[in-house]
């Protein structure tokens, strides 16, 4: 496709339990992100590859969350055992060039996730 | 610590009539400042890139300025369709990776 794909668009989750997001970033795209959206708020930076590599996990709020893009395309954020302050919107973005290169960030549309 | 403020939270305004969104940041080292549009239920949308103090940048009813301490984007004789949420960013030298966003001002056009 032309843009950046995320699936599911919803998701919804007991806690306690396991979710994974997907990622399809635009083809050929080096950089690719995740954020986290509360409602009414900006994104808050999750974390960052540079194709396969994971070049800062900052942002991870905690261990429960885990992220990988095995062949430098394709991208899942793993929550486990989610709990209620998980609930947000998480977003991927790709850009074209590699780190340290201010270029045009390209967003998906987000996987609302909802905690119960 | 890096910070990005944004004000006024929400701006409600006439059809045609002008103002301006404020995004004041702190940060130590400039690499860029970014502008994106949301709109409900969507990504962010990328509008402009600032690199340094004195630049601006314009794209149909929006124009971005850039100080050493803060940015603006002036929206001239705006349309309903410009409703939206405008995001101000930076990044920081000291992080090639992260974008540090603010909360957003959200801006409602009556027709």
């Known amino acids: 496709g032309a843009g950046v794909s995320q699936s599911p668009r919803y998701k919804v989750a007991k806690r306690g339990q396991d979710v994974a997001l997907r990622c399809d970033p635009i083809s050929g795209h080096v950089s690719l992100f995740w954020y986290q959206q509360a409602l009414g708020q900006g994104p808050e930076f999750l974390t960052y590859?540079?194709?396969?590599?994971?070049?800062?996990k900052s942002g991870l709020p905690s261990d429960r969350f885990f992220a990988e893009r095995p062949e430098g395309s394709v991208s899942t954020l793993k929550i486990q055992r989610t709990q209620q302050e998980d609930s947000a919107v998480y977003l991927c973005?790709?850009?074209?060039?590699?780190?340290?290169?201010?270029?045009?960030?390209?967003f998906g549309q987000g996987t609302r996730l909802t905690v119960v | 610590e890096d910070q990005v403020t944004q004000s006024p939270e929400a701006l409600r305004l006439q059809e045609g009539e002008s103002s301006s969104l404020n995004c004041s940041y702190t940060v130590s080292g400039l690499r860029g400042l970014f502008w994106y549009r949301q709109d409900p239920g969507k990504g962010p949308e990328f509008l402009f890139t600032l690199y340094s103090a004195g630049e601006e940048k314009e794209k149909e009813r929006l124009k971005a300025t850039l100080t050493k301490k803060e940015s603006f984007l002036h929206i001239t004789a705006p349309k309903p369709e410009d409703s939206a949420t405008y995001l101000c960013?930076?990044?920081?030298?000291?992080?090639?990776?992260?974008?540090?966003f603010g909360s957003g001002t959200r801006l409602s056009i009556r027709p």
């Open positions: 960013a930076v990044q920081p030298y000291s992080s090639a990776s992260k974008i540090i």
């Open positions: 973005a790709s850009s074209l060039e590699g780190r340290g290169l201010n270029t045009e960030a390209f």
């Open positions: 590859f540079q194709n396969e590599a994971q070049l800062d």
